[in-house]
């Protein structure tokens, strides 16, 4: 009998003790990082879309750090999707598809001759990619552009098209090697030929 | 003769150097078109200083070095431009970019030349600029800007200066030939890149499969009052590679994600070395270059000096292919080339050679098997990396440990794959792995960037709204007092009478015109989408529509009305 | 004709898993006449039934994976793992050990875990100690070797003798007429005799033991041919050899009546094939030829005290297995330093 409360005893002082270190340590090394939202905020496009229904990225990154769900971005796709999952340490879920989808990068173009030069379109632009003034023609400055779409809907005689980036010399991608599906029916990976750069 | 070091791993493939060494370099034909690509050479593309209809001469500059990374181009031979713009350009995508085209005349007709016979008197910065204009880019791998080389900073103290003429892919032996026929250029230029840097000692890095070449090299040193040694290296792949190179000859590592200049170190290729030799003494831009052509598609193989902007196809033909045997095409050595699948791709500065093969010769690749972990790459990789690993997370797209296991180390010389019994195409795990994360990188300044644009355009309307509110309490107060005033004073309505409030008045139509005409558009559009979907309040779209139609009607009247066409 | 658009390099030597695959099975050729030569047929009717049932278990396994057949099997790992545990185990031990042996070797320790490549234990090695836990009667009884004792030589089974105690367990009787204990075995149930009278007083040690000697010198010319073809690098077999050599003429030279000659280490029982055969297995090992050094050491000292403290007789499979475990993490920490870097990565850290 007396060893058993021996034994008590002896684990409840060292689980205290560890308990007190633990505790020490928590406070005392605390790994001051970036607050959760920059980390968030830092993960998502900056399309600064509004897709995710919030009126940008960073609000969005203040609602995912309250709790919201971490699907909702189509212009960072999946692969945002899975950051996010690793940095919170949640799941990863498919994009919600009620806000849009994820589609391949494109830039806006205004059809020069027909804009009148409104100014709607720089007014809607969230990243001050457009230029002109009153009465001139429009232009997009490509490189600054993040495809955002926000400034389609508001120019009154539609002459801004969101075209896809064009695959130059320059940003073209190694694609993977691909397999060869007559070896390998169920999982990816293994066994592959080499065939993947035919254009 | 200094001490030779090793490095790491490397190979032995078959050397297939024999078959196109049997005769002397020999002049390609001018081709009817040359297709000279803007950017042939590391960093910023070209600017065409030339227009579509403009008659060039030999040796004329076409195109403009656009920033410090960049390099001129200059006309091959004679004749017109007929066009600007994509056109196909050896690059691994297989992808257009933009090329001047120059239709020859035939007559090769040189423009004036400015040649420098006492460049020892001149002013560096002077020479280093002719070489510029010139042209001048390594013609070894990559294609670096040569005066880049050649103009270092002042915190850049050069010890020794390399000169790469190991030329370890199988095949290739446009160097070789370089040098046993022109060993004389290969040294005047030399001895300018000396005057330049003012190296303590020059090494001439050359494997030992090229007897005839270090034996005209040597015969040509004894006249050179420089201190250079010839370095034979024992044959073995990727000896050549400019990292692997100083490694052997210096026994000194280039640190990671620095270059060779950082540790007093510079490197030129010997094709590099005549071509400065060239501009130097005879004015000539780089508008030609030695290019072994071989493989066992074609009946002769070796040799050519060829034009820059010279079609594959000219040369092909010269070399009397025979287009039936002909299996894979591969611009550069068979370890490094690029593949092409077009004969209209044409010789740039870094062509050094031009693989003709039959399906023997490359056949294609087996399809890749598990990796079982022998660990046969890793023996062999210059770079000491773990090539397995790399593959492993590569196709786990797990890039983050590719970068950690120093995936940007990797030279891609593809000594990993040559051996990988497995047949694994671990080269272009890597490509993609690499293009992947420089994507990733990318966009990720783009979105930073995009993120400080933001932000600063909210600061921007706040400030604004601001101001705007600062104003608006102005205004009133002024109005209110100019309220007052105006009861007293009448004013008389004006009449529109001149032209050009005319022609206001006619814009501001076409635009009403065509506001209204949207605004329908898009009712319509969303009408559709109304019955589409079955929602409610069809009929007072509906009714809007009939509104707007009118309107845009009115609109486009008036403004027909006022003068403006119909469209 | 089409010209093809491929990634560099383009061209690879004439190498493929298949003949790295061959090469082993002919290097085990040595060890396969010694063990016929002093053991009768039983190797070889193991052999015959090993790789029927690897053949048959692979191609099941790849059938329900849904991968290729034709391609998958012809890489020959199955035999080579098939080989190696028919070696391994009792030239007279019944059919059903080879049969349960391959399906955990090939279906457990291969198959489950991914297939060739992904396997972190050698699959051989695993059936192995599978076999001699679940069956140490069987997999323990090795007939006596064809060898000179006293004045006559020791008698073999027959053909039909052989099949008929592999095949036939109701005759499992008869075996007893052939058996005899290992020297190991000998050796570890000297009870409170001296090394050196136990040495005298068994026949199966002084006399028996060069058969042993032959079969080892058999794997050894096996093992030095691959390394000499460039299949396998020394480090491993090499550091294994020299750790086991080096503890046992410690301890044998610290105290000669306790503990066995160091030649008889490296003689007897699976050493050589398990230095050359099972330590150079390039999946389940270390990769560097730094950690294969590592991976060797481990092994012979796991060899030796498993040997001389552990219950069991011999003790290869178990330091395998245990070294395979421990493989992930000596190539962690065996990583060669990368060209223009000052350290290999790992001892920097900063990844999982
Ligand atoms: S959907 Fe994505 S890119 Fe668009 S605003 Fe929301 S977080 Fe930003
Ligand atoms: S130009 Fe248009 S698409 Fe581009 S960022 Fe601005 S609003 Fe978005
Ligand atoms: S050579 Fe091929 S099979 Fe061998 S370890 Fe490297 S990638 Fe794997
Ligand atoms: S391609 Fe890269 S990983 Fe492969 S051997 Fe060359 S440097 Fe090493």
């Not at chain 2, 200083?49 to 006309?75: F, P, W």
């Not at chain 2, 201190?227 to 590592?253: A, M, R």
């Not at chain 3, 068994?202 to 041919?225: E, H, P, R, T």
């Not at chain 3, 001389?308 to 421990?326: E, H, I």
């Amino acid at each position: 009998m007396s060893s058993i409360l021996i034994a008590i005893v002896v684990l409840l002082v060292l689980a205290s003790v560890f308990g007190i270190i633990l505790g020490f340590a928590a406070v005392r090394f605390r790994v001051e990082g970036d607050p959760i939202v920059e980390q968030i905020d830092a993960l998502l496009p900056q399309t600064q879309c509004g897709q995710c229904g919030y009126p940008g990225c960073k609000p969005y990154a203040q609602a995912i750090a309250d709790g919201d769900a971490i699907n909702k971005c189509p212009p960072g796709g999946q692969s945002t999707i899975d950051a996010l999952a690793d940095l919170l340490d949640v799941d990863a879920i498919p994009l919600d598809a009620e806000h849009g989808e994820e589609k391949p990068k494109t830039v806006a173009y205004i059809r020069e001759d027909e804009c009148i030069g409104c100014t709607k379109c720089i007014q809607a632009c969230p990243v001050d990619a457009i230029l002109g003034a009153a009465k001139q023609m429009h232009t997009v400055i490509v490189s600054e552009c993040t495809g955002c779409d926000l400034c389609v809907e508001p120019c009154p005689v539609d002459c801004i098209d969101m075209i896809p980036l064009p695959v130059t010399p320059a940003n073209w991608k190694w694609p993977a090697p691909v397999s060869d599906p007559s070896l390998i029916l169920t999982d990816r990976g293994r066994g592959q030929l080499l065939q993947g750069a035919s254009q | 003769m200094s001490r030779i070091f090793s490095f790491h791993g490397g190979i032995h493939p078959p050397e297939n150097k024999k078959q196109s060494l049997g005769a002397d370099i020999r002049l390609a034909p001018i081709p009817t078109q040359l297709i000279l690509p803007l950017q042939q050479h590391i960093g910023k593309a070209a600017l065409p200083c030339v227009t579509i209809g403009e008659r060039v001469l030999k040796g004329q500059k076409i195109a403009e070095a656009n920033g410090r990374i960049s390099s001129s181009l200059h006309a091959p031979s004679s004749g017109i431009v007929t066009y600007i713009g994509p056109q196909p350009v050896p690059h691994a995508s297989g992808l257009e970019s933009d090329c001047i085209v120059i239709d020859t005349d035939g007559l090769d007709e040189w423009t004036a030349l400015s040649p420098i016979l006492d460049y020892q008197s001149m002013n560096k910065m002077d020479l280093i600029n002719h070489i510029r204009d010139l042209g001048i880019a390594g013609l070894g791998g990559a294609g670096f800007p040569t005066d880049v080389k050649l103009h270092l900073g002042d915190d850049h103290i050069v010890n020794t200066l390399i000169i790469n003429a190991a030329e370890c892919e199988p095949y290739i032996t446009a160097d070789d030939a370089l040098m046993r026929e022109r060993s004389d250029e290969v040294l005047a230029g030399i001895e300018i890149i000396a005057h330049l840097l003012k190296p303590s000692h020059i090494l001439i890095g050359i494997e030992d499969n090229k007897p005839q070449a270090i034996k005209a090299l040597d015969h040509a040193l004894r006249t050179s009052t420089l201190n250079i040694d010839i370095c034979v290296v024992p044959t073995k792949y990727p000896s050549g590679g400019e990292k692997q190179l100083i490694q052997l000859l210096t026994g000194i590592e280039v640190p990671s994600g620095s270059i060779p200049a950082d540790i007093g170190i510079v490197c030129q290729n010997v094709g590099t070395t005549a071509a400065i030799y060239r501009a130097i003494f005879k004015g000539e831009p780089l508008i030609s270059r030695v290019v072994t052509l071989t493989g066992y598609a074609l009946g002769h193989r070796q040799n050519y000096e060829a034009l820059i902007g010279t079609p594959f196809t000219t040369l092909l033909e010269a070399a009397e292919v025979n287009r039936k045997a002909l299996f894979r095409l591969v611009m550069g050595g068979p370890m490094m080339g690029i593949s092409v699948n077009d004969e209209r791709i044409p010789v740039i500065k870094t062509t050094n050679c031009i693989i003709a093969a039959t399906k023997d010769e490359m056949p294609p690749a087996q399809p890749a098997q598990p990796c079982i972990r022998c660990g046969m790459c890793e023996q062999v990789c210059p770079a000491s990396l773990l090539p397995q690993q790399l593959f492993w997370f590569a196709q786990g797209r797990e890039f983050e440990k590719a970068k950690h296991h120093n995936l940007f180390d990797c030279i891609e010389c593809g000594a990993c794959a040559y051996v990988c019994p497995s047949n694994i195409p671990l080269v272009q795990h890597y490509r993609f792995a690499k293009s992947e994360i420089r994507t990733e990188e990318f966009e990720q300044q783009k979105a930073s960037h995009a993120r400080i644009r933001f932000e600063a355009r909210q600061a921007r309307l706040e400030r604004e709204a601001a101001e705007k509110e600062l104003r608006r309490k102005e205004r009133a107060e002024a109005a209110a007092k100019q309220q007052a005033e105006r009861k007293l004073a009448e004013a008389a309505p004006k009449e529109v009478s001149t032209d050009e409030e005319k022609a206001t008045q006619l814009k501001q139509l076409k635009t009403a015109a065509s506001v209204a005409r949207t605004k329908l558009k898009k009712a319509n559009d969303a009408l559709k989408n109304a019955r589409e979907k079955g929602l409610e309040g069809i009929d007072k779209l509906e009714a809007t529509i009939l509104l707007l139609e009118q309107k845009a009607n009115e609109a486009q009247q008036a403004w027909i009305d006022a003068g403006g066409e119909q469209n | 004709m089409a010209l093809i658009h491929l990634s560099s390099p383009h061209v690879s030597k004439a190498n493929s898993t298949a003949r790295v695959m061959r090469l082993v099975l002919l290097a085990t050729l040595p060890a396969v006449l010694a063990l016929t030569f002093f053991f009768g047929w039983g190797s070889l009717i193991q052999i015959f039934l090993a790789c029927t049932f690897a053949l048959i278990f692979e191609a099941c396994a790849l059938y329900l994976r849904q991968r290729s057949l034709r391609f998958f099997l012809s890489d020959g790992s199955a035999l080579v793992t098939a080989l190696l545990l028919a070696l391994a185990i009792p030239p007279m031990a019944p059919w059903w050990i080879t049969a349960v042996g391959m399906f955990s070797a090939i279906v457990i320790a291969k198959h489950l875990y991914g297939g060739l490549g992904q396997n972190p234990f050698n699959p051989a090695m695993v059936a192995y100690a599978l076999l001699l836990i679940s069956f140490p009667v069987e997999m323990t009884q090795w007939n006596a070797p064809f060898v000179l004792i006293g004045d006559s030589w020791q008698a073999l089974p027959s053909l039909s003798q052989t099949l008929a105690i592999i095949f036939n367990s109701s005759q499992a009787l008869a075996l007893d007429a052939y058996t005899g204990a290992t020297p190991l075995e000998v050796l570890k149930h000297k009870g409170s005799l001296t090394t050196e009278e136990i040495w005298r007083s068994s026949d199966v040690l002084n006399q028996g033991v060069f058969a042993w000697y032959g079969v080892s010198a058999a794997w050894l010319m096996g093992g030095i041919f691959l390394i000499y073809r460039k299949i396998m690098t020394w480090h491993a077999p090499l550091s294994m050899l020299v750790t086991l050599f080096i503890l046992a003429s410690l301890f044998y030279g610290g105290d000669p009546s306790n503990f066995a000659d160091p030649f008889v280490h490296l003689g007897v029982g699976a050493t050589m094939m398990g230095a050359f055969f099972i330590a150079t297995d390039p999946v389940s090992g270390a990769t560097s030829n730094k950690g294969k050094v590592v991976f060797g050491i481990g092994l012979g000292i796991l060899i030796y005290v498993i040997r001389t403290w552990g219950n069991y007789p011999d003790a290869v499979a178990f330091a395998v297995l245990l070294m395979n475990l421990s493989a992930p993490f000596i190539d962690q920490y065996t990583q060669p330093r990368s060209y223009g870097h000052k350290h290999s990565s790992p001892t920097r850290g900063g990844h999982r």
